[in-house]
C-alpha cells in the first residue's frame, strides 16, 4: 500500500514547480494559484450574497475592507519583525474584527454579511494551499510518502537539507479540509438555517482540522509556544470562543462543537503526558528535526548543535554531537564489500530512550539520507544503532556487519563520548 502511495507522489513530484511560463513570462506558481484563489472566492461570496438577499453593494464595501485590513496587517507585521509573513489564523482574526466594526459603525446587520466574507476568505485559503504545495512552503515533516521538492525549489527559498526527501502533504490535506469546511457552512446557510450557522460551523471545524493538521507541519520559522505552535493556539482560542458564544445565544450553537472541543483538548493533554514521559513529541519537533539533519552531514554543523568531538568527515571518521535536547548522535561512513555504509548511534543524554522511540528516529534519520532500510539495533538499554547501505536490498551477510565492523566502530564511538 505505501509502496503504491510512494509510485503516486513519485508521479505528481514532476509536476510540482515553483514557477512556469506563460506568455513567455515567468509566473510563480503560488501568486497564480492565489489570485485564482482569490477570483472564485468572490463569485461564491457574491452567489451567495444574492441568494441571501443581501446588498451586493454593502458586500463589495466588506470585500474591499478586507483586502485593506490583509494589507495593513502583512506591512504591520513586515515594519515590526522585518519578515515578511503569512499566518491565516492571524489575518483571519484581523478581518473578523474590522469587519465587524464596521458593520456596527454603520448599523447594518452583523451576522449575515460578515459571514459571507469569512466563508469567502476560508474558501481562498483553501484553494491557496494548492499554490502552497507547488511553492514547497508550509509543507510537512519526511514522511514514507508524500512530495519530493528539488533543486529549482531550493533556489527559490526551500530548506536545502528538505531537498528530495519526502514530506507529509499537509498543504493537500488542508486544502480538502477548507473545502469541505466551507461546503459544510455554505449548505447549512442555503437549507434555511439561522443566520450565522455557516460563520460558526466554519470556524469550528476548520479550527479542529488545523489543529490537528499542525502536528504534522514540517516548516521550522514558526513560532511555538511549548510544543504547540502559533496555530494550534488560536485555533484553540477560536473554538472556545464560538462555542461560548453559542451558548450565551449570540450566534447558533451545535452540540457537536463540544465535540470538537473535547477532541482537541485530550489531544492536548495525550501530547502534555508522553512529552513529560518521554519527550518523544520534541524529538521530531521541526526545529530539532533540523539540528538533526545539521548533524549527519545535510547542513554544515552550526555552532547551535555544540559538537563533543570531530574528525574530518571522510571514510571510517567518526563525528560526535549532541542536540538542545541531549540526544547524543555519532555518524560514519564505512567500506563494505558491498559498497558504502552510513553508520549511526544514539542515546538521550538524560534519559533511557524506549526502542518503539528509537525505531522511530531511526526511521528519521533514513527519510533524511533517502534510504529505504537498514539493519537496526539496540546494543543496550536506551543505546540504538542503524546500519544503512547504497543498496535498497538488505545485506547478504547482515551479521558479518553487525559482529565485525559495527562493534568496532560502537567501541570507538564510546570512548570518543567519554572524554
Known amino acids: 500500500m505505501t509502496r503504491n502511495w510512494c509510485r503516486s507522489f513519485s508521479t505528481f513530484d514532476s509536476m510540482v514547480t515553483p514557477?512556469?511560463?506563460?506568455?513567455?513570462?515567468?509566473?510563480?506558481?503560488?501568486?497564480?494559484?492565489?489570485?485564482?484563489?482569490?477570483?472564485?472566492?468572490?463569485?461564491?461570496?457574491?452567489?451567495?450574497?444574492?441568494?441571501?438577499?443581501?446588498?451586493?453593494?454593502?458586500?463589495?464595501?466588506?470585500?474591499?475592507?478586507?483586502?485593506?485590513?490583509?494589507?495593513?496587517?502583512?506591512?504591520?507585521?513586515?515594519?515590526?519583525?522585518?519578515?515578511?509573513?503569512?499566518?491565516?489564523?492571524?489575518?483571519?482574526?484581523?478581518?473578523?474584527?474590522?469587519?465587524?466594526?464596521?458593520?456596527?459603525?454603520v448599523d447594518i446587520p452583523l451576522l449575515p454579511h460578515v459571514e459571507l466574507i469569512i466563508l469567502g476568505i476560508g474558501f481562498q485559503q483553501a484553494i491557496g494551499r494548492l499554490g502552497c504545495c507547488m511553492a514547497g512552503c508550509c509543507h510537512g515533516k519526511p514522511s514514507d510518502w508524500g512530495i519530493c521538492y528539488g533543486n529549482s525549489h531550493v533556489a527559490a527559498g526551500f530548506p536545502a537539507y528538505l531537498a528530495h526527501v519526502r514530506l507529509f502533504p499537509t498543504q493537500l490535506l488542508e486544502f480538502i479540509w477548507g473545502i469541505v469546511s466551507v461546503?459544510?457552512?455554505?449548505?447549512?446557510?442555503?437549507?434555511?438555517?439561522?443566520?450565522?450557522?455557516?460563520?460558526?460551523a466554519y470556524l469550528v471545524l476548520y479550527g479542529m482540522g488545523r489543529f490537528f493538521l499542525e502536528f504534522y507541519r514540517g516548516d521550522d520559522k514558526r513560532i511555538y509556544i511549548d510544543l504547540f505552535s502559533e496555530a494550534q493556539w488560536i485555533s484553540l482560542i477560536i473554538l472556545f470562543?464560538?462555542?461560548?458564544?453559542?451558548?450565551?445565544?449570540?450566534?447558533?450553537?451545535?452540540?457537536?462543537?463540544?465535540?470538537?472541543?473535547?477532541?482537541?483538548?485530550?489531544?492536548?493533554?495525550?501530547?502534555?503526558?508522553?512529552?513529560?514521559?518521554?519527550?518523544?513529541?520534541?524529538?521530531?519537533?521541526?526545529?530539532?528535526?533540523?539540528?538533526?539533519?545539521?548533524?549527519?552531514?545535510?547542513?554544515?554543523?552550526?555552532?547551535?548543535?555544540?559538537?563533543?568531538?570531530?574528525?574530518?568527515?571522510?571514510?571510517?571518521?567518526?563525528?560526535v554531537a549532541k542536540t538542545r535536547l541531549g540526544?547524543?548522535?555519532?555518524?560514519?561512513?564505512?567500506?563494505?564489500?558491498?559498497?558504502?555504509?552510513?553508520?549511526?548511534?544514539?542515546?538521550?543524554?538524560?534519559?533511557?530512550?524506549?526502542?518503539?522511540?528509537?525505531?522511530?528516529i531511526s526511521r528519521l534519520f533514513l527519510r533524511l539520507i533517502r534510504k529505504p532500510r537498514a539493519l537496526f539495533f539496540e546494543s543496550k538499554p536506551g543505546v540504538f544503532h542503524l546500519l544503512a547501505g547504497?543498496?535498497?536490498?538488505?545485506?547478504?551477510?547482515?551479521?558479518?556487519?553487525?559482529?565485525?565492523?559495527?562493534?568496532?566502530?560502537?567501541?570507538?564511538?564510546?570512548?570518543?563520548?567519554?572524554?
Open 19 to 105: 514557477t512556469f511560463l506563460l506568455f513567455g513570462r515567468s509566473w510563480t506558481s503560488f501568486t497564480c494559484i492565489a489570485a485564482m484563489g482569490f477570483v472564485l472566492a468572490n463569485v461564491l461570496v457574491f452567489i451567495m450574497a444574492a441568494h441571501l438577499g443581501l446588498s451586493l453593494w454593502i458586500t463589495a464595501t466588506l470585500i474591499i475592507l478586507a483586502m485593506a485590513t490583509f494589507w495593513l496587517h502583512s506591512l504591520a507585521v513586515k515594519i515590526i519583525t522585518n519578515k515578511e509573513t503569512f499566518i491565516y489564523l492571524r489575518h483571519l482574526t484581523a478581518i473578523l474584527l474590522s469587519t465587524s466594526l464596521f458593520c456596527w459603525m
Open 183 to 200: 461546503i459544510v457552512a455554505c449548505t447549512l446557510l442555503l437549507n434555511g438555517y439561522p443566520t450565522g450557522s455557516g460563520l460558526s
Open 241 to 319: 470562543c464560538v462555542t461560548a458564544a453559542g451558548l450565551a445565544g449570540l450566534v447558533p450553537y451545535f452540540s457537536w462543537q463540544i465535540f470538537c472541543i473535547v477532541c482537541v483538548i485530550f489531544a492536548m493533554c495525550k501530547v502534555l503526558i508522553k512529552r513529560n514521559k518521554f519527550r518523544q513529541i520534541a524529538f521530531f519537533h521541526p526545529h530539532h528535526v533540523r539540528e538533526i539533519a545539521g548533524i549527519i552531514g545535510l547542513l554544515n554543523v552550526s555552532e547551535e548543535l555544540k559538537p563533543l568531538s570531530s574528525r574530518d568527515a571522510t571514510t571510517n571518521s567518526i563525528m
Open 327 to 360: 540526544l547524543r548522535i555519532s555518524t560514519a561512513k564505512m567500506d563494505h564489500n558491498q559498497g558504502k555504509v552510513d553508520y549511526f548511534s544514539f542515546s538521550s543524554q538524560d534519559d533511557i530512550l524506549p526502542k518503539n522511540i528509537g525505531r522511530d
Open 390 to 419: 547504497e543498496h535498497p536490498e538488505p545485506c547478504q551477510n547482515e551479521e558479518y556487519i553487525r559482529v565485525n565492523v559495527a562493534v568496532n566502530f560502537m567501541q570507538e564511538t564510546f570512548n570518543f563520548s567519554k572524554r
